[in-house]
């Protein structure tokens, strides 16, 4: 048998695409430089959108060399991209040797919202969600999570001039594409701090935004290092169903996630005037969570704990066991929210021309993972190995 290894290409140099402020400045410090060119190399990559030291005028031609020579700007490499006649833009980008991930652009009005993956797959498996039906690989590092930002805004960028005062395209990000944010905090938080930061890309902390099934430990963690706005994956008004829907709920239950959800706003409390709140997710699955009956104990549930709902109607996958609830189910729910003085949006299903629901493309581009496959087959009582829709 053959059994020869291809080496993989790994590059020893720094990839300064995934430093903040702060590990950039330890970095020029290290070699010899002084700290304020971190800010201005920072400029070039986040807000120029460019890869290459040649083009960074306001650097010496020396250091430009010196750069070129130890260091590198790479992000993922895009291996599929769609733009669709809404504005919805979306990538799957490879990281790695076989591992691939997904961002997606959603435009409203004036607002263009990039949803982030922090992970390749996730190992929580939630009952409704593809990217749980793929198994867990890899946590992204903090290059490929800040990369999904910085390739999509400089795809706004493409066969213009460079010019040094870029107005930078995406306003929000919402770090709810493959992926478990906070039980990948290391990598994360790092990133989430260069969407802050004002040599990067600058958005308000209001604009930035994590959401979690409730890892209940590293949500108190958050509050210690970053605020940024929160959103909690809820999905059921009750334990039983939620440990059914959101399997961490059996570790984490309700009344420990929702006194996390307290203390979390309640370290930023004097701030906004207490109005701050947390964004409770929902997503909509016809005849399972969806009823009058579940609205009124939500209703009840929240009441403690300063909240505002988001319906996300449910997204169909192949195979996927459940339906999205009906369109005046949906209104109904919300209705009983609204009446109970909460702010509930339902979440309108953009992009639908190329299928961008996040977490989701990756598993209809591909799909190998061995739960995937031992799932697929429970679905079809048959040995049939799971073949993507694409
Ligand atoms: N792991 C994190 C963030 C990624 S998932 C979390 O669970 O919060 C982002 C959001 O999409 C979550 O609210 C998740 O529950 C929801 N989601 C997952 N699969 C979905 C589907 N098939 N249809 C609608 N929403 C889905
Ligand atoms: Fe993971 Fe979130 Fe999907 Fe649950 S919903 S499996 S936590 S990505």
Not at 53 to 69: C, D, E, I
Not at 89 to 103: F, L, Q, Y
Not at 256 to 283: D, H, N, P, W
Not at 297 to 307: A, Y
Request: positive net charge.
């Amino acid at each position: 048998m053959n059994t020869e290894v291809t080496p993989s290409i790994s590059s020893s140099k720094a990839n300064l695409l995934g430093m903040t402020r702060e590990q950039m400045e330890d970095f020029f410090l290290g070699i010899g430089e002084k700290k304020f060119r971190a800010q201005q190399v920072l400029k070039w990559i986040h807000q120029i959108g460019v890869d290459d030291f040649g083009q960074m005028t306001n650097v010496s031609k020396a250091l430009r060399q010196k750069l070129a020579a130890i260091a590198e700007i790479r992000g993922p490499e895009v291996v599929h991209r769609e733009y669709s006649a809404d504005g919805t833009r979306k990538w799957v980008m490879k990281v790695g040797n076989n591992s691939m991930i997904e961002a997606v652009l959603i435009p409203d009005g004036d607002r263009k919202t990039l949803c982030v993956s922090s992970q390749v797959g996730c190992s929580l498996d939630c009952s409704f969600c593809s990217t749980g039906k793929q198994g867990f690989q890899r946590d992204l590092t903090t290059a490929e999570i800040i990369g999904q930002v910085w390739i999509a805004n400089r795809s706004y960028f493409e066969g213009e001039p460079i010019r040094e005062n870029r107005e930078r395209a995406i306003t929000n990000v919402v770090m709810m594409g493959m992926g478990e944010p906070l039980l990948n905090f290391d990598n994360v938080v790092p990133a989430m701090r260069l969407m802050l930061e004002d040599c990067a890309y600058g958005l308000s902390k209001r604009r930035v935004t994590l959401s979690t099934s409730g890892v209940v430990p590293m949500l108190d963690r958050l509050g210690e290092e970053i605020d940024v706005a929160l959103a909690v994956s809820l999905h059921a008004p009750n334990d039983a169903l939620r440990d059914e829907l959101v399997p961490i709920n059996r570790k984490y239950p309700l009344s420990e996630l929702l006194a996390a959800c307290r203390r979390y706003l309640g370290r930023f409390q004097s701030e906004e005037g207490g109005r701050r709140k947390i964004t409770m997710e929902y997503v909509m699955l016809a005849g399972v969570n969806d009823t009058p009956v579940h609205a009124r104990e939500l209703v009840k549930l929240l009441k403690d704990t300063p909240s505002k709902l988001n319906l996300i109607p449910f997204n169909p996958f192949p195979h996927a066991p459940y339906a999205r609830s009906r369109r005046e189910d949906i209104l109904a729910f919300q209705k009983i929210l609204a009446d109970a003085g909460y702010i509930c949006t339902i979440r309108s299903t953009r992009g639908d021309d190329i299928d961008a629901a996040c977490g989701q493309l990756v598993g209809q581009v591909q799909d190998r993972t061995r739960r995937a496959e031992r799932w697929q087959s429970r679905q079809d009582g048959s040995r049939e190995i799971f073949r993507s829709a694409t």
